[in-house]
Structures are given as C-alpha cells and as structure tokens.
C-alpha cells in the first residue's frame, strides 16, 4: 500500500510537469501562430480541462497518502472523475486530427467510421465512471474492470486507425515538386508517430493494470496530458515545417537571379475550396490525389530551370 501511495505520487509530479509543458507550448503557439477559430478553442478547451484533471490527479494522491487504511481496491471519489477527464483529452485529440483527415480527403465513410468509434470510446468511458462511482470497490474479474479494458482497446484502436488513414492520405497525393514531397512525407510520419504514441501509451496502462498498479497509477495520471500534447506539439511541427518549405521556395527564386525571364503563376488547385472562416486562407479541403499545378511562362521564359510557383501550396491543409 506504501508503495501504491508513493507511486501515486510521482504520478501526480510527473502530471504536473507535463500539464506546465503544454500550457507553455500551448501559450505560445496562441500567441505567436493565426489559426482558425475553432482550433483556438480547442486548444484553450484542452488546457482547462487538462488543469481540471490535474488538480483532481492531486487530489487523489493527496487522499492515498493521509488514508493509508483505505484498501488498495478501494477507490476514492476521484477515479470517476479522472476517468471522464482523462478520456475527455483523448476524444479531443481523436477529433482535432479526425477532422484534420476530413479537411484533406473529405470520404465522409471513414471519417463517419471513427467518428462513431470516438463516441463510442468514450460513452464507454462514462458507463465505466458510473459503474466506479456506484461500486467503488475494484478487482480483478470486477466488471469495473472490465469496462477499463474496453475503453482502452477501443481508444486504441481509434488513434491506430486515424494515424493510418492519415498517412495513407498524405502519401498518396501526387506532386512533382521534390520540396513538397519531402513535406508530405514528414507530415505523414508526425501523423503516425502521434498516434503511435498514444496507442502505446493507452496499451501499456492495460498490460501494467494486470501487472504492477503502482506503474499503472504513473501512467494513468499523465495519458491525458499526454493526448493533449500530442496536439499541440503536432501543430508546431507541421508549422516549423511550412516554414522550412517557405523558405526553399524562397531560395529557389532568389538562385534565378535579377535577370531571369518573368514567369506567370497561376493558382495551384487540388479541386478545393478555403474555408471562409479561416482569415488568413490556411485550411485546405480537397481531394487527396487530385493536384494540378498551373504555371504560365512568356516564350522567352519557357527555358527557365526554376519555374515559379505559388507558395500558398504550402497551406494545403498542412497548417490549421
């Protein structure tokens, strides 16, 4: 039981010093990056309910350490509310690169798909924070538990299938540019690695739930944080590289030098329309493989070997 309390502990000081690592990065990604409304709601909506959570995490490892005759089995009124807050950050995390899949490929049946999965998670995470309320005495073959099991199997699933889908996305759109490949490429590991992350992470709750529930107590305070800042940390990246594409961009017209032949450039189009309510025309929707770029030359110009093009390609649903 002493070991259990203190490793609720080192759980509640490692929660702490992710949930201040994503309010910095969360602070200043607000601060210094335009984005669209909804995702700066989201983003404010995470780290109020990630501080909740936080507290709550506090609370419970404050409650094991003066209550060293409570049974292990036994658990507090916080349980109930560190499971809804905890799965309430997954389902955030699902939905925001959920719907980071449908603005790039709009198929409204895989979308459709792992929306049902997301709801379905966490409804289950709700039956089970009811069942832990009402029964606050877990143990092993309890249906508590077993409610655990099947919300973490499904949350897992969830973010498998969402990086997959992602990755498939991304990689199959067809471009000649080398530079834009080489971003799409890195977009679509982020995407993967992500969600690996986070599958991971909910699988090794279960194993250590059968196994050690003292290492279990550690990494069940932090999954929220740790879907949190899977999202955040995900759009600095994808910023940080928008950037370096910019600045290749950049680069190639300045090496064509003062002299070089005027080049037209047209529009590149993916079938797509900007979303009007983004104010800077950085979300992108579009079909996935569908990518045609129109550059027009003069006829002295048809020889040029760094054709112009337009650098709003690089906001091709990539920054949000």
Request: proline content about 4%; glycine content about 4%.
């Amino acid at each position: 039981m002493i070991n259990f309390a203190a490793a609720t502990l080192a759980g509640s000081w490692l929660n702490t010093a992710l949930y201040v690592s994503q309010i910095i990065f969360s602070v200043w990604y607000l601060k210094n990056v335009s984005m669209i409304r909804l995702y700066r709601v989201g983003i404010c909506f995470c780290m109020v309910a990630d501080g909740a959570c936080s507290i709550v995490v506090m609370a419970n490892a404050y409650m094991r350490l003066t209550m060293p005759e409570v049974s292990l089995g036994e658990e507090f009124w916080t349980l109930p509310i560190l499971i809804l807050l905890t799965y309430l950050s997954s389902t955030m995390e699902q939905s925001f690169f959920v719907y980071r899949y449908w603005t790039i490929s709009r198929n409204k049946w895989i979308t459709a798909f792992v929306g049902v999965l997301i709801v379905g998670h966490y409804a289950c995470a709700i039956v089970t924070a009811t069942y832990v309320f009402l029964y606050p005495i877990v143990t092993q073959g309890s249906l508590g538990l077993k409610f655990t099991i099947a919300v973490a199997t499904i949350c897992t699933g969830t973010d498998i299938i969402i990086a997959l889908a992602l990755a498939w996305t991304l990689s199959t759109i067809e471009t000649p540019f080398a530079a834009t490949k080489s971003l799409l490429r890195r977009v679509a590991f982020y995407a993967v690695s992500c969600g690996l992350t986070t599958a991971a992470t909910t699988i090794l709750m279960v194993v250590l739930l059968f196994t050690d529930l003292s290492a279990f107590s550690v990494v069940f305070s932090v999954l929220g944080r740790v879907y949190s800042l899977t999202i955040i940390v995900n759009l600095m990246m994808v910023r940080s590289n928008q950037q370096t594409y910019q600045g290749s961009l950049s680069r190639s017209r300045r090496s064509e030098g003062p002299t070089a032949p005027p080049a037209v450039a047209t529009p590149i189009f993916f079938n797509s329309t900007l979303d009007p309510s983004d104010p800077v025309g950085k979300s992108f929707q579009g079909n996935r493989t569908a990518e045609t770029h129109h550059v027009q030359y003069p006829p002295q110009a048809a020889a040029s070997p760094h054709p112009t093009t337009n650098s709003s390609f690089t906001s091709a649903g990539l920054q949000y």
